[in-house]
Protein backbone atom coordinates (compact mmCIF):
# COMPACT_ATOMS: atom_id res chain seq x y z
CA UNK A 1 0.00 0.00 0.00
CA UNK A 2 0.98 3.14 -0.93
CA UNK A 3 1.82 6.31 1.22
CA UNK A 4 -0.09 9.06 1.17
CA UNK A 5 1.40 12.16 0.02
CA UNK A 6 0.15 15.76 1.04
CA UNK A 7 -0.63 18.49 -1.08
CA UNK A 8 2.29 21.25 -0.97
CA UNK A 9 1.75 24.63 -2.40
CA UNK A 10 5.05 26.38 -3.22
CA UNK A 11 4.93 29.23 -1.75
CA UNK A 12 8.69 30.77 -2.32
CA UNK A 13 9.77 34.18 -1.36
CA UNK A 14 12.91 36.44 -2.20
CA UNK A 15 15.62 35.17 0.13
CA UNK A 16 17.84 37.97 0.58
CA UNK A 17 17.22 41.68 0.13
CA UNK A 18 19.94 44.94 -0.65
CA UNK A 19 19.94 47.80 2.23
CA UNK A 20 22.01 50.93 2.13
CA UNK A 21 24.66 50.71 5.05
CA UNK A 22 27.57 53.47 5.71
CA UNK A 23 30.86 51.66 6.04
CA UNK A 24 33.80 52.67 8.34
CA UNK A 25 35.23 54.85 5.78
CA UNK A 26 32.23 57.41 5.78
CA UNK A 27 31.70 55.88 2.33
CA UNK A 28 28.15 54.71 1.11
CA UNK A 29 27.42 51.02 -0.34
CA UNK A 30 24.64 48.60 -0.39
CA UNK A 31 24.79 45.14 0.69
CA UNK A 32 22.67 42.00 1.01
CA UNK A 33 20.85 40.88 3.90
CA UNK A 34 18.54 37.68 4.90
CA UNK A 35 14.72 38.23 5.31
CA UNK A 36 13.65 36.99 7.88
CA UNK A 37 9.57 36.47 7.98
CA UNK A 38 6.65 35.11 10.26
CA UNK A 39 5.02 32.66 9.36
CA UNK A 40 2.28 31.27 11.79
CA UNK A 41 0.74 27.71 11.72
CA UNK A 42 -2.61 26.92 11.95
CA UNK A 43 -3.61 23.22 12.42
CA UNK A 44 -7.44 22.63 11.23
CA UNK A 45 -7.88 25.79 11.69
CA UNK A 46 -6.20 25.99 15.41
CA UNK A 47 -3.57 28.47 15.52
CA UNK A 48 -0.78 26.81 16.79
CA UNK A 49 2.45 28.28 16.70
CA UNK A 50 4.38 31.51 14.84
CA UNK A 51 7.75 30.66 13.01
CA UNK A 52 10.57 32.82 12.41
CA UNK A 53 11.91 31.58 8.55
CA UNK A 54 13.89 32.82 6.13
CA UNK A 55 10.62 30.93 3.62
CA UNK A 56 12.92 28.80 1.53
CA UNK A 57 10.60 25.86 1.67
CA UNK A 58 7.93 26.88 4.16
CA UNK A 59 6.14 23.43 3.16
CA UNK A 60 8.90 21.61 4.07
CA UNK A 61 9.69 23.35 7.59
CA UNK A 62 5.77 23.29 8.64
CA UNK A 63 5.54 19.31 7.87
CA UNK A 64 9.20 19.16 9.52
CA UNK A 65 8.15 20.80 11.98
CA UNK A 66 5.11 18.87 12.84
CA UNK A 67 7.21 15.74 12.79
CA UNK A 68 9.86 16.34 15.16
CA UNK A 69 7.33 18.07 17.88
CA UNK A 70 5.23 14.60 17.93
CA UNK A 71 2.22 16.18 16.74
CA UNK A 72 1.87 13.46 13.74
CA UNK A 73 3.80 10.23 13.35
CA UNK A 74 3.29 9.82 9.88
CA UNK A 75 3.12 11.64 6.63
CA UNK A 76 0.13 10.59 5.47
CA UNK A 77 -1.63 12.06 8.34
CA UNK A 78 -1.45 15.17 6.62
CA UNK A 79 -3.91 16.44 3.66
CA UNK A 80 -2.10 19.58 2.80
CA UNK A 81 -0.46 22.14 3.59
CA UNK A 82 -0.52 26.06 1.85
CA UNK A 83 1.39 29.06 2.64
CA UNK A 84 0.13 32.52 1.51
CA UNK A 85 2.66 34.93 2.20
CA UNK A 86 0.57 37.80 1.89
CA UNK A 87 -0.94 37.01 5.45
CA UNK A 88 1.94 35.38 6.65
CA UNK A 89 0.11 31.86 7.32
CA UNK A 90 0.51 28.39 6.62
CA UNK A 91 -2.72 26.14 6.93
CA UNK A 92 -2.62 22.43 7.96
CA UNK A 93 -5.70 20.48 6.79
CA UNK A 94 -4.98 16.70 8.48
CA UNK A 95 -6.85 13.89 7.53
CA UNK A 96 -8.72 13.13 10.64
CA UNK A 97 -7.41 15.70 12.83
CA UNK A 98 -4.89 15.77 16.00
CA UNK A 99 -6.31 14.22 18.83
CA UNK A 100 -5.66 16.08 22.26
CA UNK A 101 -3.94 18.66 20.64
CA UNK A 102 -4.60 21.07 23.34
CA UNK A 103 -3.15 19.07 25.90
CA UNK A 104 -0.07 18.47 23.89
CA UNK A 105 0.64 21.86 22.69
CA UNK A 106 -0.10 23.52 26.23
CA UNK A 107 3.47 23.15 27.63
CA UNK A 108 5.86 25.08 25.93
CA UNK A 109 10.29 25.06 26.54
CA UNK A 110 11.58 27.93 24.79
CA UNK A 111 14.87 26.67 23.30
CA UNK A 112 18.28 28.03 22.71
CA UNK A 113 17.58 27.98 18.80
CA UNK A 114 18.32 31.10 16.62
CA UNK A 115 14.88 33.00 16.19
CA UNK A 116 13.78 31.21 19.90
CA UNK A 117 13.02 27.73 19.31
CA UNK A 118 10.33 26.13 20.67
CA UNK A 119 9.19 22.42 21.80
CA UNK A 120 5.61 21.45 22.94
CA UNK A 121 5.81 18.97 25.46
CA UNK A 122 8.59 16.88 28.19
CA UNK A 123 11.79 17.93 25.98
CA UNK A 124 12.95 14.68 27.31
CA UNK A 125 10.28 12.73 27.98
CA UNK A 126 11.22 10.40 25.08
CA UNK A 127 14.64 10.10 25.21
CA UNK A 128 14.81 6.75 26.27
CA UNK A 129 12.69 5.19 24.09
CA UNK A 130 14.53 6.15 20.64
CA UNK A 131 17.00 3.31 19.93
CA UNK A 132 19.09 3.97 17.03
CA UNK A 133 20.98 1.61 14.48
CA UNK A 134 23.88 1.02 14.52
CA UNK A 135 26.00 3.15 12.12
CA UNK A 136 29.67 4.10 11.63
CA UNK A 137 30.97 6.99 9.69
CA UNK A 138 34.61 6.93 7.92
CA UNK A 139 37.41 9.83 8.53
CA UNK A 140 37.40 10.28 5.15
CA UNK A 141 33.49 10.66 4.61
CA UNK A 142 33.73 13.15 7.52
CA UNK A 143 36.92 15.56 5.68
CA UNK A 144 34.20 14.79 2.40
CA UNK A 145 30.98 16.68 4.22
CA UNK A 146 32.97 19.70 5.66
CA UNK A 147 34.61 19.91 2.06
CA UNK A 148 30.92 20.00 0.76
CA UNK A 149 29.33 22.71 2.43
CA UNK A 150 32.72 24.29 2.04
CA UNK A 151 31.90 24.48 -2.02
CA UNK A 152 28.12 24.95 -1.19
CA UNK A 153 26.63 27.88 -2.83
CA UNK A 154 24.55 29.67 -0.04
CA UNK A 155 23.08 32.52 1.12
CA UNK A 156 25.53 32.58 3.75
CA UNK A 157 28.56 33.66 1.59
CA UNK A 158 26.51 36.44 -0.10
CA UNK A 159 24.51 37.56 3.07
CA UNK A 160 25.63 36.00 6.52
CA UNK A 161 23.33 35.84 9.48
CA UNK A 162 21.62 32.34 8.28
CA UNK A 163 22.16 28.42 9.88
CA UNK A 164 22.85 25.82 7.01
CA UNK A 165 22.05 21.90 7.75
CA UNK A 166 22.42 19.21 5.49
CA UNK A 167 21.43 15.71 5.31
CA UNK A 168 25.02 13.38 3.95
CA UNK A 169 24.96 9.95 3.04
CA UNK A 170 28.41 9.48 3.45
CA UNK A 171 30.34 12.12 1.66
CA UNK A 172 27.44 12.55 -0.85
CA UNK A 173 24.84 15.82 0.37
CA UNK A 174 21.25 14.60 -0.37
CA UNK A 175 19.65 18.44 0.92
CA UNK A 176 20.67 21.58 2.02
CA UNK A 177 18.35 23.95 3.65
CA UNK A 178 19.70 27.28 4.96
CA UNK A 179 16.96 29.70 7.70
CA UNK A 180 17.40 32.03 10.13
CA UNK A 181 17.69 29.38 13.11
CA UNK A 182 19.16 26.26 12.68
CA UNK A 183 16.04 24.41 14.26
CA UNK A 184 13.81 25.09 11.60
CA UNK A 185 16.57 24.31 8.60
CA UNK A 186 16.71 20.76 10.43
CA UNK A 187 12.85 20.69 10.56
CA UNK A 188 13.03 21.58 6.67
CA UNK A 189 14.88 18.39 5.95
CA UNK A 190 12.54 16.07 8.32
CA UNK A 191 10.27 17.17 6.15
CA UNK A 192 12.04 16.93 2.69
CA UNK A 193 12.44 13.13 4.73
CA UNK A 194 9.17 12.26 4.90
CA UNK A 195 8.02 13.82 1.54
CA UNK A 196 10.50 11.13 -0.41
CA UNK A 197 9.26 7.62 -2.29
CA UNK A 198 8.35 4.95 -0.44
CA UNK A 199 8.05 5.39 3.39
CA UNK A 200 9.74 7.89 5.63
CA UNK A 201 13.52 7.80 3.95
CA UNK A 202 15.65 5.72 7.40
CA UNK A 203 17.82 7.90 8.80
CA UNK A 204 20.57 4.70 9.62
CA UNK A 205 22.92 5.42 6.90
CA UNK A 206 22.63 9.49 7.43
CA UNK A 207 24.69 11.74 8.91
CA UNK A 208 23.28 15.45 9.70
CA UNK A 209 25.38 18.43 9.48
CA UNK A 210 24.49 21.50 10.99
CA UNK A 211 26.77 25.40 11.30
CA UNK A 212 25.27 25.44 14.24
CA UNK A 213 25.74 24.35 18.01
CA UNK A 214 24.57 21.06 18.99
CA UNK A 215 21.84 21.76 21.88
CA UNK A 216 19.89 19.36 23.38
CA UNK A 217 16.58 20.17 20.89
CA UNK A 218 18.86 19.00 17.44
CA UNK A 219 20.27 16.09 19.30
CA UNK A 220 16.85 15.05 20.06
CA UNK A 221 15.68 16.16 16.35
CA UNK A 222 18.64 14.11 14.70
CA UNK A 223 17.60 11.34 16.93
CA UNK A 224 13.57 11.34 16.02
CA UNK A 225 14.58 11.22 12.69
CA UNK A 226 16.32 7.74 13.02
CA UNK A 227 20.33 10.02 11.91
CA UNK A 228 22.45 8.77 14.53
CA UNK A 229 25.53 10.41 13.38
CA UNK A 230 25.76 14.32 13.79
CA UNK A 231 28.59 16.81 12.67
CA UNK A 232 28.74 20.58 13.32
CA UNK A 233 30.98 23.29 12.29
CA UNK A 234 30.44 24.19 15.75
CA UNK A 235 30.89 23.05 19.52
CA UNK A 236 27.88 21.40 21.45
CA UNK A 237 26.31 22.28 25.05
CA UNK A 238 26.21 19.87 28.28
CA UNK A 239 22.80 19.28 27.95
CA UNK A 240 23.21 18.13 24.02
CA UNK A 241 25.95 16.11 25.32
CA UNK A 242 24.60 14.53 27.88
CA UNK A 243 21.47 13.63 25.62
CA UNK A 244 24.02 12.49 22.63
CA UNK A 245 26.11 9.91 25.61
CA UNK A 246 22.48 8.36 27.05
CA UNK A 247 21.31 7.89 23.04
CA UNK A 248 24.39 6.53 21.89
CA UNK A 249 24.73 9.33 19.08
CA UNK A 250 27.91 10.41 17.47
CA UNK A 251 28.27 13.78 18.20
CA UNK A 252 31.48 15.58 15.99
CA UNK A 253 32.02 19.30 16.61
CA UNK A 254 34.36 21.53 15.63
CA UNK A 255 34.48 20.30 12.27
CA UNK A 256 36.76 22.79 9.78
CA UNK A 257 39.17 21.38 7.47
CA UNK A 258 40.48 18.54 8.79
CA UNK A 259 40.40 19.01 12.30
CA UNK A 260 37.56 17.63 14.76
CA UNK A 261 36.53 16.74 18.01
CA UNK A 262 34.13 13.47 18.47
CA UNK A 263 32.00 14.78 21.97
CA UNK A 264 30.24 10.89 22.14
CA UNK A 265 29.76 8.08 20.55
CA UNK A 266 33.64 7.38 18.92
CA UNK A 267 32.64 3.93 18.10
CA UNK A 268 30.85 5.33 15.46
CA UNK A 269 33.57 7.20 14.32
CA UNK A 270 36.09 5.25 12.16
CA UNK A 271 39.76 6.69 12.25
CA UNK A 272 41.79 6.33 9.41
CA UNK A 273 45.59 6.96 10.32
CA UNK A 274 47.15 7.33 6.81
CA UNK A 275 44.80 10.54 6.90
CA UNK A 276 46.04 11.51 10.08
CA UNK A 277 50.07 10.81 8.67
CA UNK A 278 49.01 12.90 5.78
CA UNK A 279 47.82 16.12 7.57
CA UNK A 280 51.02 15.67 9.67
CA UNK A 281 53.17 15.82 6.35
CA UNK A 282 51.36 18.50 4.75
CA UNK A 283 51.51 20.70 7.87
CA UNK A 284 55.89 19.68 7.66
CA UNK A 285 56.21 20.80 4.34
CA UNK A 286 54.18 24.44 5.05
CA UNK A 287 56.26 25.07 8.22
Not at 228 to 246: E, F, H, N, W
Request: with cysteine; proline share 3%.
Amino acid sequence: MSTLRPRLTQARAALTREVPVLNELGKHDTVCIPVERALTVYVDKRELVTLMTLGAYPELLVLGFLRNQRLVTCVDEVESITVDWEVGAAAVKTRQGISDIEARTAKRVVTTGCGQGSVFGDLMAEVDSIKLPPATLLQSDLYGIVNAIRLQDSTYKSSGSVHGCALFCGAEMLVFVEDVGRHNALDTIAGWMWMQDGPAMPGADKVFYTTGRLTSEMVIKSAQMGVPIVVSRSGITQMGLDVAQRLGLCAIGRATNRRFLCFSGVHRLQLQPELSNTRSTAVAEMA
